[in-house]
């Protein structure tokens, strides 16, 4: 069987109005802000669990931009899953501008 993912880690966008945007998850949403900085910003529903679900990216020129989408990261659960996203993504031939790896060690909710 092809792997599947198992989660989705967070979403970044990019924004036109970063205070803007900062407000909007801070005090409408009421995430957290976990780390920020002139370009950028990170917010979490659960920071004790999770660093971040959302990147907020300085870079979008206009709101008619349809650009918006910086990033979307998926979990899998072995590193021979992401190969064979890999081999299938190229297999389909779907563009693909990078993959990052990032390797985590369980959450405590998932330590039991």
Known sequence: MSAKVSGLGHIGFYVQDLELMKDFYAN????????????????????AACDHEIALMVGRPSLADPHWIQQVSMQVDSL????DFKQRIGEKGYKLDRICLLYTSPSPRDRG
């Open 28 to 47: 409408f949403i009421g995430m957290q802000l976990t780390k920020v900085s002139q370009n950028g910003a990170f917010f979490s529903a659960d920071p």
């Open 80 to 83: 021979d899953d992401l190969r």
